[in-house]
């Protein structure tokens, strides 16, 4: 793609990592445009940037606007400003608004429905196996999965998008030359091949900083038309995406979890407070108002294993002790033994202490 003089400029602009997005537009309110903040650069402008900030533009202007503009090419990225007909038109209209964006891979088209599924980075088997189910459902429905590739619930959310052969978005809290955390590498790369997209705002060579993430939830909010809550504590980082969307007046909804576990602490309070109860993924599309593509049934559709086998059914939500297996499945005591023995061997059940069985 050819680039403007601007873009070029703004592009080395994005790169004062250091200092704040403030401060750069304060420059570009000053001086009218990226161009003439380049051409007029000088000590004076730390008074705005902060030293450090000062010194990064520094340093990228002796390299030359076009170099990294040539790793970026060579990487596939593409750049947009809010100002061209790509950029994301949900984007344009939340508070603080970015002005550029990092995109590798293809953005959904505006006219399909999103859903931001956010949650715990320590997610519990319930939450990760609801998480990809509910993910799963949206997107054989047609529905853009929006997420942040961090550990536990936003990666089952991409990992169910993709299950369900759907479009899922990842937006990092890092520079868009890097994955973070790096075991999301070959997730990242499945998010793309699948037709998706991952995108940043922060500089390309940005760090994974803390202070990133808040600002990066807004985003993960912002492309979407709904939010689901998947696992949170109160105090967590995802209560600010759950607040963006809120302020940019999107629909909150939350998935019910045992009362006294952590992980239900904030979707249970949203609930008290008005959000909407989500178990399946049609809970979202009905309110919505989003036709659903209903999964043709064949001859040859068969029930999972789950569904037959009464002792994996029963263990399907939480882990169970014999005796508690013994009523739930109506089953004789050598017959649950035999049974749990046979599936413990096929390693589909794990054996706890105190007699206690989980699936695996």
Not at 59 to 67: H, I, P, Q, S, V
Not at 188 to 211: H, K, T
Not at 217 to 224: K, P, V
Request: hydrophobic share 40%; glycine share 8%; net charge negative.
């Amino acid at each position: 793609m050819d680039y403007s003089r601007e873009m070029l400029c703004r592009l080395w602009l994005q790169n004062a990592d250091a200092a704040s997005w403030n401060a750069v537009r304060k420059l570009l309110r000053q001086y009218g445009s990226a161009e003439k903040v380049w051409d007029a650069f000088s000590p004076e402008m730390k008074k705005e940037l902060s030293d450090k900030g000062y010194r990064q533009l520094s340093e990228y202007r002796n390299l030359g606007r076009d170099r990294q503009l040539m790793e970026l090419d060579r990487m596939g990225v593409n750049i947009s400003l809010a100002s061209m007909a790509d950029f994301p038109a949900r984007l344009k209209s939340i508070p603080d608004a970015p002005d550029i964006l990092f995109v590798r891979g293809k953005l959904p088209p505006e006219t399909m429905p999103a859903v931001a599924i956010v949650g715990s980075r320590h997610d519990t088997r319930y939450g990760r196996e609801q998480t990809k189910r509910i993910a799963r459902e949206l997107a054989e429905s047609g529905v853009a999965v929006i997420s942040g590739l961090a550990r536990g619930i936003d990666t089952a959310a991409h990992e169910g998008a993709l299950e369900g052969n759907g479009v899922t978005v990842a937006v990092l809290g890092n520079g868009i030359k890097s994955v973070y955390p790096p075991e999301n590498r070959e997730l990242a790369q499945r998010i793309l091949q699948s037709g998706g997209a991952v995108i940043s705002e922060f500089a390309p060579d940005s760090e994974p900083l803390p202070f990133h993430f808040p600002i990066r939830n807004r985003l993960i909010a912002g492309l979407a038309d709904a939010l689901l809550l998947i696992e949170a504590r109160h105090r967590s980082g995802t209560a600010s995406t759950v607040n963006h969307a809120l302020a940019q007046g999107k629909e909150v909804f939350a998935l019910p979890g045992n009362v006294g576990a952590p992980g239900s602490e904030l979707p249970l309070q949203l609930l008290k407070e008005g959000a909407g109860i989500c178990t399946e993924g049609a809970d979202i599309l009905d309110y919505m108002g989003w036709r659903r593509q209903e999964k043709q049934l064949t001859l040859f559709d068969a029930p999972s294993e789950t569904e037959t086998d009464p002792v994996l059914k029963a263990l399907e939500l939480e882990e169970k002790t014999f005796e508690e297996l013994l009523e739930e499945t109506g089953m004789s005591a050598p017959e649950l033994g035999a049974q749990l023995t046979l599936l413990e061997m096929e390693g589909k059940v794990a054996r706890l202490g105190g007699r206690a069985y989980q699936k695996t």
